[in-house]
Nanobody, 118 residues
């Protein structure tokens, strides 16, 4: 299984970025997907999750209304649209996959760095 994340970069506060994560080696449509992030010196935190069909999404309050997770099962890809970015969104962003109805994410991508300047 491979998860390849891309789309990170440097952006000014208030700007937008779109992250993509392409999955291979798994039956994508049977996996829930998530985006997580880890800032220097901080614990990893969940940013957004989406179920296998895209009918259910979760966002923590820190990103609700600014970030949108979506998926294209035909392209084995999950996206994270990030708008109104803040300096505190600076982190390495990881995509992850878990089999539907499982509690833990068993597969992780390599991460993509997002830096938001003030």
């Amino acid at each position: 299984v491979q998860l390849q994340a891309s789309g990170g970069g440097l952006v000014q506060a208030g700007g937008s970025l779109r992250l993509s994560c392409v999955a291979s080696g798994l039956t994508f449509g049977t996996y829930g997907m998530g985006w997580f992030r880890q800032a220097p010196g901080k614990e990893r935190e969940v940013v957004a999750t989406i179920n296998w069909s895209g009918s259910s999404r979760y966002y923590p309050d820190s990103v609700k209304g600014r970030f949108t997770i979506s998926r294209d099962n035909a392209q084995n890809t999950v996206f994270l649209q990030m708008n109104s970015l803040k300096p505190e969104d600076t982190a390495v962003y990881y995509c992850a996959a878990k089999k539907q109805h499982y509690d833990t994410y068993g597969y992780w991508g390599q991460g993509t760095l997002v830096t938001v300047s003030s």
